[in-house]
Structures are given as C-alpha cells and as structure tokens.
C-alpha cells in the first residue's frame, strides 16, 4: 500500500515525499522483496530535486546491502556520477573502475561509459599512465559497436597526446603510427593527421634522433599546404616550417665575407643566402601564425644584420696575405682605402634593410596585438641601428591578482560557500575544497562552489581538473564573469597570452565590476605594449577598486607607456602610499626616472640620482627574492657612469667657460663726452 503511495507521489511530482516515503518502507523492513528497488526510486527522486548528495547515499546502500540486486548497476554508476558531480573524483573513479573492470559487470550498459569517464578523471588527476590505458581500451570498444569510430578516434590519439605528456617517446610514436594507420582515412581522423605528424617529430626530438624529426617535419611543412592560413592546423606546420628553417640558419651564420680574391664570391654567397633563408621564413609568415610569424620576421632581419657586421668586420682586418705579396706595405694602404670605400657604400642600404625589417617586426606585432621574446629583441636590434626611432624601453613590473578581499557568496549560494572561500584565502586549499564538495553535495549545480573548488585545483597546479570544472561552470551559467576570469589564468599556465587577454576581456564584458579582471587584462596590454588598452583597463580597475595597489601600478606603467610620465610617477606614488613597502612600485619609479627625458625642476644629475635611490629601496625591500638576472644593479651601474660623464661634462665646460677672456671694462661712464 505504502509502495503504491510513493509511486503516486512520484508521478505527481513531489519527489521530496516520495523519497522519505521509499526509504522509510526500507528502513522499516530492510528485507523486504522490494527494498532495493525502493532505495532505487527514492535516489531517482532525489536526484529530480538536485539533492545529489541524498541520492548518492542511497545508491550507495543498494551497493553495499544488496549486491545481488538488478539495479547494482545502475547504483553503482549512479553512485559515481554522483562523486564526480560533487567533484569528489577519487571515489568517482573508484565506482568507474569497478564497472570497467570487474568481470561481474562485463555485460554492464554503463560499462563503456565507466571506462571513458575513468579516463577523463585520472587524466584530469595526472595520472597519466592508467589514464592513456583507459583510453586506449575504450577506443578498443569501437570494434564491437559499442564506441563510435570517431569516438574512439579522439580517445587514441588523446591517448597519445597523454604519453607525450609523460614524455614516453616510444609510446608516443607507437601510438601516433596506429593512428594514422587506423584513422587517418577517416573524415574526422584526417583533420587530426597533420597534428599526429608533428607530435612524432617532437618525440623523435624527444629520442634524440634528428634526421628522423627533420623527415617528419618536412611532412608536416607538405601538409600545410593544404591548410586554411591562420588555421589550428596551420600552428602545426608554422611551427615546424620555423624549426626547419632554424636549422639551416645554423649553416648560414658559419659564411663569412672575406677580403682580397676571395672577396665577390664570399660577399655572392652570403648575399644568396639571405635571399634562400629570407624564403624559408617567408614560408613560416605564409601560414600566419602570430608567434611564429614574429619570429620569422625577426629573422629575416637577423639575416641581414649578420650580413652587415661581416662586411664591417672586413674594415678591422689588416691586408689579405696575398695582396701584401702581390703589391706591398704601400699597395695595401691604398687597397683597404678603397675596399673601405666600397664596403661602406654598399653597408648603407644593408643597415636600411636591418632596420626595416626590425621595424617590421614591432609594426606586425602590434597589429596582432603580441609582445613577446621576438618583439623584445627586435627592438634591442633596431635601437642598436636608430636609437630615435626605436628608443631603448626598460621592462616595466606588471603586477596581477585573482582576487582582492573577502569573498561575498551569492545569496542563494550554499553556506558551505563562504568558508571555502575563506579556507582559499587562507592558501588552505584541502580545506576549501572540503568545504566547496560539501556546498555541492547540497547543491551540485552551485556555480560560487565549482568557482572555488577550481581555484583550488589551480592553486595546486592540477590545471585540467581546474579546467574540467570550469568547463562545467559555463555549461550552467554561460554568463558568469569569475568563470572566464579564471581561464584566462588557466591560459596563462599554457604561456597563451592572446587566449588569457580574450579571457580577461570576456570576463570584464560579463561583469564590469571585477576589479581584478580589469587590472588582469591591463596587464596583458602591457605585456603586448598596447598602452592605450592597458590605460583604459587599468582605469576601470581603479575606479572599482581605488585601494588596490596593484591596480593603480599597472595603471602607473601605461601611462608611462604613453610616454605621459607625471600621470605615471602620481600613480606609482598612489601605490605606495596604499603598500609603503611595494618593492614593484619602487622599481617602476627607478626605470620611470632613468628613461623619462625630463623630469619637473629637476636636472639630469638630480634625475639620475633619484632613479639611483628608488631602485636601491626596491633592492632593499625585495632582497630576499631578487633573481640572478635583475636588471637593478646593471641600472644603477648605467645611472652612475651617466653621472660621471655628466659631472665631466660640466667641469670641461666651467673650464672652457674660465678661460675664456673677461670682456674689456667701458672706458668712461655714461653720458661722457
């Protein structure tokens, strides 16, 4: 009677009723002919009210007290979904590996379903040797129907991509080959080929074997041409377009011009060269890929700077042996004369092109928006060549934050929420992911919960976990600007500047008051030195938050970027005044001092000599983390010479001005006649 009451319930939709009626038939005769179904109705109508946590328990109960019961199965994958959806994944994988692999479930419905989200856990957890096994059983399932083709052809080569992960060079190879071999004619398998073919050649790299990556690198170069420019597969055949052409630089750079006979011939064949290697790096830029297109561009101007140097380098050699024979001590005068003459007319247009292409690299960035290692040493290069055009920029400190304060969960947010966050604040990272489980055995879909709980997960560097979580955040609340915040951190970890600044920028649309997305992503603009980006952002981060030292550092370094250095030196001061010991701040003020070319009522000594003092404080103060390579002393060494040349400077000019004779004394007064 009472079982055909809570179906009723059921069906009428109040599942929370019909629940404590299930279980209460059970708790009153656990033997009962329909007990464990009742516990199996009870879980699904907890589940209809998102009481996870309640269902998982019950499920948990048929598992343990009926282990002969027909729903077991069920129960038993119920019961990992219900771990997995409360993030606690070492249970989860638990209950998944016992239906992969347990022989009394080897006809189980969720059996495959099991072993594929076993996988994705353990992979996600790092444990990547068990997960590509996993993997690679469940792509084994296609044969019998059970996996689609195009399933199974993601998780072999996802299996690949793991022991790769795993730096396992032979497993990499072994299971990229049976790829192509078993896939690779597919639709979907062909898109993944050029990919699979540049992963071999960095596992051969990975053994060592050069001649075997080369091969594949030229394949997958082959391939590319077939790609749209621009494209995810371009990356692939970018990327090895520029190792090849790296390789062949190495021959290049070995030519060297030299004087008398022999002199055409080695100036023709460098020359060559510059045009050869000027193609393979025009081949690179063809697939328009940004970080390798910059580092193509770079190159080509490196090909022609190491042109100009060897031609210049002839200019400090004394005469070839075999002039001095041939027309004497007096000839040879008279030929370096001329070959001076020759050389220097025909460097001119060769610094020209250095600086051009230099400058074409720093124009091309800024139309993709990157600052990187190629920028930077294209403008060390040009300045070297135009120091007007291209001034020296000293690297600013750029300063970023997750979150700032404490955490105020939403209103409909489960309790557990706010001490999680405190546990997070706290660097308490078990702690809070405790706490954020147990807020989404309350409430699986809480998205403040899932925001923690990946923090947490990223705080201890497991970045897919982090990501996995994430990735669940959107697929309830696509709008949630803590979300893309997050990525954009997740991005950074990948050292994938352009995704982290589409991140932060998203998150800063979705919700204009994160004060910290907008500093984050004005750091990223200062990064690519968008100046005029990294002001507008990092006023936004001020004005919403005005005690935020970091923010008003940041905002500091754009306007110095834009060259308006009393805006820069008033907000460095702001940040210092909310953090005194702000070693950063300290920094930025040094450099500000050292590069600005005036400062108000001050001289170049006095404006040297304050660079001086701001970065010896910031030394002071960061004493305890400074790396081997900080610039500081090599700034303050530069500041002090530029002081001595300028007290020399002026003391040769007070003598100049001593020597100088008195003008003559008028010989009557005024008005005399």
């Known amino acids: ?208 074997d050069r001649r075997a990556a080369d091969d594949q690198y030229r394949k997958v170069v082959a391939m590319g041409s077939s790609v749209t420019p621009g494209s995810e597969q371009a990356e692939f055949a970018a990327h090895a377009a520029f190792i090849l052409a790296e390789e062949k630089l190495q021959d290049y750079l070995k030519l060297k011009i030299v004087g008398g006979k022999q002199f055409k011939s080695s100036y023709d064949k460098m020359a060559s060269a510059v045009k050869s290697m000027t193609d393979e790096y025009n081949r690179v830029i063809g697939f328009r890929r940004a970080t390798w297109t910059l580092g193509a561009f770079f190159r080509i101007g490196f090909l022609y700077e190491h042109l100009s140097k060897s031609m210049a380098g002839l200019l400090q050699e004394p005469c070839p042996a075999d002039v001095k024979r041939k027309i004497g001590e007096e000839g040879c005068n008279i030929y370096l004369s001329q070959l001076s003459e020759q050389i220097e007319k025909e460097l001119a247009p060769v610094d020209e092109e250095v600086v051009k292409r230099y400058g074409a690299t720093l124009e091309q960035a800024g139309k993709l928006g990157v600052s990187n290692e190629w920028t930077k040493l294209a403008r060390q290069r040009a300045n070297q060549y135009n120091p007007e055009k291209f001034p020296a920029v000293k690297d600013e400190r750029i300063d970023m934050q997750m979150d700032v304060g404490a955490y105020v969960p939403p209103g409909n947010a489960p309790p557990e929420v706010k001490p999680a966050a405190d546990f997070m604040a706290r660097g308490r990272y078990e702690d809070a992911i405790r706490q954020a489980r147990l807020a989404l ?53 990948r050292e994938d500047r352009i995704g982290a600044t589409a991140a932060f920028k998203k998150a800063t649309e979705l919700n204009g008051n994160l004060g910290t997305a907008w500093n984050n992503l004005s750091a990223q ?32 370094s754009a306007y110095r970027g834009k060259m308006q250095y009393a805006d820069a030196e008033r907000a ?63 700034y303050i060494t530069d500041a002090r010479n530029q002081i001595t040349k300028e007290q020399q400077r002026i003391q040769r000019q007070q003598q100049k001005n001593r020597a100088q004779p008195k003008p003559a004394a008028p010989s009557g007064k005024v008005g005399d006649k």
């Not at 009522?601 to 701001?614: E, H, R, S, V, W």
């Open 572 to 634: 460095y001061r702001k940040a210092l005044e909310l953090d005194p010991n702000y070693a950063n701040a300290y920094f930025n003020l040094g450099i500000l001092y050292l590069d600005a070319k005036e400062m108000p009522q001050m001289d170049l000594i006095g404006k040297l000599n304050t660079a001086i003092n701001y970065l010896n404080r910031y030394k002071g103060i960061a004493s305890y983390a400074l790396a081997k390579d900080d610039p500081a002393d090599g």
């Open 441 to 493: 055995g309350r409430d699986d879909r809480s998205v403040p919960a899932m925001i923690i709980l990946a923090k947490a997960y990223y705080a201890m560097k497991k970045y897919e976990l982090a990501g996995s979580i994430i990735d669940i955040a959107k697929s309830i609340d696509a709008n949630n600007g803590d979300a893309y915040h997050l990525l954009g951190y997740l991005a950074l970890a």
């Open 1 to 208: 009677m009472k079982f055909k009451k809570a179906d009723k319930l059921f069906e009428e939709g109040k599942f929370e009723e019909a629940a404590q009626l299930y279980t209460q038939i059970v708790d009153r005769d656990p033997k009962s002919e329909d007990a464990d179904k009742a516990l199996n109705n009870a879980a699904v109508a907890y589940e209809k009210v998102n009481r996870f946590g309640a269902a998982q328990k019950l499920y948990e109960r048929i598992v343990t007290d009926y282990p002969s019961s027909k729903f077991l199965d069920d129960a038993l994958f119920r019961t990992a979904v219900a771990y997995q959806k409360a993030f606690d994944f070492d249970k989860a994988v638990v209950s998944y590996q016992r239906l992969a692999e347990d022989p009394k479930f080897k006809d189980s419905k969720n059996r495959t379903n099991s072993l594929f989200n076993a996988a994705v856990i353990l992979e996600n957890d790092q444990s990547y040797g068990k997960s590509a096994e996993l993997f690679k059983r469940y792509a084994g399932l296609s044969s019998s129907g059970a996996v689609k083709r195009d399933e199974a052809a993601d998780a072999f080569f996802r299996a690949a991509t793991i022991y790769q992960k795993m730096k396992d060079a032979d497993k990499t190879l072994a299971t990229l080959k049976e790829y192509v071999r078993t896939y690779g004619g597919d639709s979907k398998g062909a898109g993944k080929v050029l990919e699979a073919n540049f992963r071999m050649a960095e596992a051969y790299e990975l053994k060592k």
């Open 525 to 556: 603009y200062l990064q690519a030195k968008n100046y005029d980006g990294a002001l507008d952002a990092a006023q936004r981060a001020t004005q919403i938050l005005p005690q935020f030292s970091k923010g008003w550092l940041n905002l500091g």
